[in-house]
């Protein structure tokens, strides 16, 4: 490639994305998306700092890449604020997300996997998106959110609704912001209902008792309750799927992790670094910055191209290999810094647990390459659908 010709809004870009990042990476690291009128950073070294020096590249009025976003979106989200309401907000979430204290949720990730795909073992057919991967996150995070059973598809649907873009849809549709309303809608009246307490030891218990105490606003407990019905299930719905295709894809690391299954949690890290499923996060200029020599102005719009990072080749060495046993925990996957991911944890804890039972039960899946069909985003990139056939699996 001779030069960048990079659109992340188009939908034959999601398709594979990664010569584009390096074309960019080598010729124009500092990239200006004129459609889009953002700045694309696809460099390790500058995507790290841009998420170390958050005074310069803030979160303020960065909810997402879409220009229009700040306008139609209006619930506040901790991710799009900066110290001290970022500071605040998350230490009253944070506590509940460490790996300790989510260890008491592996059994029942690990429980509604099995019944997800017991009914398709005897069939030898199961779409890893479609019957599994689309449910497991949701239905976590609802145990978290206190969300029951019975609406969990009506939050997902609505999540979905949210992040779908049509082909080279810059702005936000008519479709993504009812989505948004409906989120916003359902957790008003959540939140309603649950107001008499009794409160549980889960993020809709602290938050609700943070409202309480002073510490949180109505607002902002709204606000974070859709930004966890996204977060926490579209972005690792996209990373089941996306590890399922790679081991496909790569038999030889297939057969080294069904040999071996402790490689498992490598081949979580890698699956992360080399097709983790957020792409592009956003920031906004505080100060005036140049970097390598292009002049960014406060105000401006940036996009920070974490998945590009991951395969820098001045980071990583290979970096375009898929290599399980590489286990290198410097990805961006998650981000970095004071905003890296709050659900980190948790996304590696259901993609271990997920491939532990699809390696035990399945492990010479094949994928239907003609029924591959994929979400379109220009920052959460991954299938709907991914059917495979095996063996028959008797109960
Ligand atoms: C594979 C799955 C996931 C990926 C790839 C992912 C990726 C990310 C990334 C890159 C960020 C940083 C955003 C930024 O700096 O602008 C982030 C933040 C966040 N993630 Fe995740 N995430 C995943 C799963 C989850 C889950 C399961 C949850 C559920 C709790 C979650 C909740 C959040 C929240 C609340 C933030 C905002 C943190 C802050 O601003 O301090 N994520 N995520």
């Given at each position: 490639m001779s030069q960048v010709i990079l659109d992340p809004y188009d939908h034959e870009f999601h398709w594979d994305p990664y010569p584009y990042y390096r074309a960019a990476r080598e010729l124009d690291p500092v990239y200006y998306y004129e459609p889009g009128g953002f700045w694309l950073l696809t460099k390790w070294d500058d995507v790290n700092r841009a998420f170390r020096d958050h005074k310069t590249f803030i979160n303020t009025g960065a909810l997402a890449l879409e220009k229009d976003a700040n306008e139609k979106l209006p619930y506040p989200l901790f991710l799009a604020s900066d110290p001290p309401e970022h500071t605040r907000q998350r230490g009253i979430l944070a506590p509940l997300m460490m790996p300790a204290a989510l260890s008491?949720?592996?059994?029942?990730?690990?429980?509604?996997?099995?019944?997800?795909?017991?009914?398709?073992?005897?069939?030898?057919?199961?779409?890893?998106?479609?019957?599994?991967?689309?449910?497991?996150?949701?239905?976590?995070?609802?145990?978290?959110?206190?969300?029951?059973?019975?609406?969990?598809?009506?939050?997902?649907?609505?999540?979905?609704?949210?992040?779908?873009?049509?082909?080279?849809?810059?702005?936000?549709?008519?479709?993504?912001?009812?989505?948004?309303?409906?989120?916003?809608?359902?957790?008003?009246?959540?939140?309603?209902?649950?107001?008499?307490?009794?409160?549980?030891?889960?993020?809709?218990?602290?938050?609700?008792?943070?409202?309480?105490?002073?510490?949180?606003?109505?607002?902002?407990?709204?606000?974070?309750?859709?930004?966890?019905?996204?977060?926490?299930?579209?972005?690792?719905?996209?990373?089941?799927?996306?590890?399922?295709?790679?081991?496909?894809?790569h038999p030889d690391q297939r057969r080294l992790l069904a040999d071996d299954p402790t490689l498992l949690p490598k081949a979580v890290e890698e699956i992360l670094r080399f097709d983790g499923s957020s792409h592009i996060l956003v920031r906004r200029v505080g100060v005036d910055v140049t970097v390598r020599g292009k002049n960014l102005k406060k105000g401006d719009r940036v996009g920070l191209c974490v998945i590009s990072a991951n395969r820098d080749a001045d980071k990583f060495p290979d970096p375009e290999s898929f290599d399980i046993k590489r286990g290198s925990r410097d990805h961006m996957a998650f981000g970095y810094g004071i905003h890296a991911c709050l659900g980190a944890a948790?996304?590696?804890?259901?993609t271990r647990v997920a491939f532990e039972e699809i390696m035990r039960l399945i492990p010479d899946y094949q994928i239907e390459e003609s029924g591959l069909k994929r979400a379109h985003n220009p920052n959460v990139r991954g299938f709907t659908h991914i059917p495979t056939t095996f063996a028959p699996v008797r109960p």
């Open positions: 008491r949720l592996e059994a029942y990730a690990r429980e509604r996997t099995l019944e997800l795909m017991r009914p398709h073992l005897p069939t030898g057919r199961l779409d890893i998106v479609a019957d599994l991967a689309c449910y497991l996150p949701m239905d976590v995070i609802s145990r978290l959110i206190n969300v029951p059973i019975a609406d969990r598809d009506t939050v997902r649907g609505f999540a979905d609704d949210l992040i779908a873009r049509a082909d080279k849809q810059t702005d936000l549709s008519e479709r993504n912001v009812a989505g948004y309303m409906g989120l916003a809608r359902y957790f008003e009246e959540h939140t309603a209902r649950h107001a008499a307490g009794p409160r549980g030891d889960d993020l809709l218990g602290a938050m609700l008792r943070a409202q309480e105490q002073g510490r949180m606003t109505h607002l902002e407990v709204v606000g974070n309750l859709i930004l966890l019905a996204i977060a926490g299930n579209e972005t690792t719905t996209k990373l089941i799927g996306n590890m399922a295709y790679r081991l496909w894809e948790l996304a590696r804890l259901e």
